[in-house]
T-cell receptor, first 117, second 113 residues
């Protein structure tokens, strides 16, 4: 049973380019969370999605960032016109379709490390 | 004031030591308290969680919550070099059908042989 998969693992972009980060949840999971981790800082919640729906995007920057989780395929976190401050590790986590609570454990992927030159 | 405060360390201990990792929080709405372990260049993995004040034990790990003082602790007994990692506390709540976690900055632990 494969875990949460993220690709690419490392991504280098120049300022102004677009970054696309992909997350495939664990088998049977239909909920995806995206987090950003800056050096020496904790994980910051960005967005929570279910299939074809954005449920909570309270942590997403208002501009340049978007996320989707289509009916088929992985969840995508898209950053347009990247700036140096976007350099960070981006993690996604998936959870099963149960009611909220710690039993609906978030399983994390290995992360994508984005470097903006 | 951050919602969750955690001393970043690093904390260096000899093998076999008892380790105490701590967090404080400010939001009384937190319903449960998670601890994650993150090895270098890896994603976090859940260690354990607890709902209520008191202790919860799992092998060499004990999670402790004091809701009255808003204080969370993780104790590791007989620490091993393989315990060297960053430990993240993450209190959370049920936000209408999904869990919302607020992560501390993490404490980096090094256990040396």
């Amino acid at each position: 049973n494969a875990g949460v998969m993220q690709n690419p693992r490392h991504l280098v972009r120049r300022r102004g380019q677009e970054a696309r980060l992909r997350c495939s949840p664990m088998k049977g999971h239909s909920h995806v969370y995206w987090y950003r981790q800056l050096p020496e800082e904790g994980l910051k919640f960005m967005v929570y999605l279910q299939k074809e729906n954005i449920i909570d995007e309270s942590g997403m920057p208002k501009e340049r960032f978007s996320a989707e989780f289509p009916k088929e395929g992985p969840s995508i976190l898209r950053i347009q016109q990247v700036v140096r401050g976007d350099s960070a590790a981006y993690f996604c986590a998936s959870s099963p379709p149960l009611a909220g609570g710690p039993e609906e454990t978030q399983y994390f992927g290995p992360g994508t490390r984005l470097l903006v030159l | 004031q951050k919602e969750v405060e955690q001393d970043p360390g690093p904390l260096s201990v000899p093998e076999g030591a008892i380790v105490s990792l701590n967090c404080t929080y400010s939001n009384s709405a937190f319903q449960y308290f998670m601890w994650y372990r993150q090895y270098s260049r890896k994603g976090p993995e859940l260690l354990m969680y607890t709902y209520s004040s008191g202790n919860k034990e799992d092998g060499r790990f004990t999670a402790q919550v004091d809701k009255s003082s808003k204080y969370i602790s993780l104790f590791i007994r007989d620490s091993q070099p393989s315990d060297s990692a960053t430990y993240l506390c993450a209190p959370g709540w049920d936000s209408g059908g999904y869990n919302k976690l607020i992560f501390g900055a993490g404490t980096r632990l090094a256990v040396h042989p």
